[in-house]
């Protein structure tokens, strides 16, 4: 395309940036984004088609989303003051970063990892070092400590279980990060997007005297992608300031609701997980019998490499088999990998036997 001399460029910055694109095919079997395959609870569904009818239309939302807020501080067991809810956690990571990153600040992160933490930061203008992870993906704790040290970022971040490798961070490493950006003074950011899917959670760290914040979602356990709802349990103090740096009335009066409806199907939820769990330790099992390497997952993915290193190939093959997973193998450190979203037990079958079709 050619560049007009009339048009307004975008922001250094932003040029540099490709954006996020996960490409959204026409195919019978979606496993590339980490949803759920399975929809909400339809007793869930019912409580909102009732409650719709009493919204107040003409009305802004609460926005503070109180009883929203409530719910959830009870749901993970703080005080509402310590719950921050926005349009997904990519808002809450957005308003994260524009109240405490900015010019002349820093964050870490620890590649590979969720590009979104990179990619928000840098939009709020914060510089962006990278860390990185050893060969089997786990972190260092020594070497991210150094790495805390040498750069003092404002905003560390840690992701558990890590997308896209989906490996559970050991309770040691964060809380020795933790103390170490305690000192500096900065902020260590736990990405829990599907922290439901393993037994470990930083939450029971959250507490005011501590730097830590805990972001959680309803796009992935609750099976509500579609509701674009997440939320951050952190220090009263932090929430404050996040506050300050969203758009007043951000969260729609039925998001709201919603995600508070949601919270009395928690045992639905669970259920939901635990055949998500039971389904990928038998991905698992399948890969075991295939020319792949797979990497050990506390999520509801698994990040796969097969063994002729053409991940390109076999993401086309199981395309051309109407079998969707993502294609991670031109992402830096991920040569070759493909992650595939844990699916229905039909969905898993599907990808399974397309895989080995493809790769015998
Ligand atoms: C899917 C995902 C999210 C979810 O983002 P939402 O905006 O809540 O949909 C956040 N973090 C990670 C690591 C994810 O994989």
Redo the contacts with the bound molecule.
């Keep these: 395309m050619m560049s007009s001399p009339d048009r307004l460029a975008v922001r250094e910055s932003l040029a540099m940036m490709s954006g996020y694109h996960s490409p959204q095919l026409d195919v019978a079997v979606r496993l590339n ?2 949803e759920s395959p399975v929809p909400p609870p339809e007793g869930w569904a019912e409580a909102l088609r009732a409650a719709q009818a009493d919204i107040d239309w003409h009305r802004y939302p609460d926005r503070g989303a109180h009883e929203l807020r409530a719910a959830l501080a009870k749901h993970e067991g703080v005080a509402p003051e310590q719950v921050f809810a926005a ?7 957005q308003c994260l970063m524009l109240a405490f990153g900015g010019p002349g600040r820093v964050a870490l992160t620890f590649e590979p ?2 590009a ?2 990179s990619h928000i930061s840098r939009l709020a203008a914060t510089e962006v070092v990278t860390g990185e992870r050893d060969e089997d993906f786990s972190l260092d704790a020594e070497y991210a400590s150094a790495m805390v040290a040498e750069h003092r970022p404002a905003v560390t971040f840690l ?1 558990s279980p ?3 490798t989906g490996m559970v961070e050991p309770p040691e490493l964060v809380e020795r990060l933790l103390a170490k950006v305690s000192a500096l003074p900065g902020l260590l950011l736990m ?1 829990e ?2 922290g439901q899917f393993d037994p470990y959670t930083a939450v029971d760290l959250v507490d005011e005297s501590r730097p830590l914040a805990v ?6 356990t609750w099976s509500m ?1 579609a509701a ?3 939320y951050l349990v952190a220090p009263s103090w932090v929430v404050a300031e996040l506050e300050k740096s969203t758009l007043p009335y951000h969260l729609d009066t039925m998001k709201q609701i919603a995600g508070r409806l949601a919270l009395d199907y928690e045992d639905e939820m669970n259920e939901r997980v635990g055949m998500l769990v039971a389904e990928r330790e038998r991905i698992a099992a399948g890969l075991d019998q295939l020319p792949v390497r797979h990497w050990e997952s506390g ?1 509801n993915f698994i990040l796969l490499r097969p063994d002729s290193g053409d991940g390109e190939a076999v993401w086309e093959g199981l395309v051309d088999r109407s079998v969707l997973v993502r294609n991670c193998s031109s992402w830096p450190r991920l040569s070759g990998c493909l992650r595939v979203t844990v699916g229905t037990p039909a969905e898993n079958d599907a990808f399974l036997s397309a895989l080995s079709e493809v790769l015998t």
């Design positions: 984004t980490n349009n997904g956690s990519n808002e809450v990571l990892t969720y979104l933490h992701c890590n997308n896209p990405d997007a599907y972001a959680r979602t309803y796009s992935k992608a674009r709802l997440g999520a």
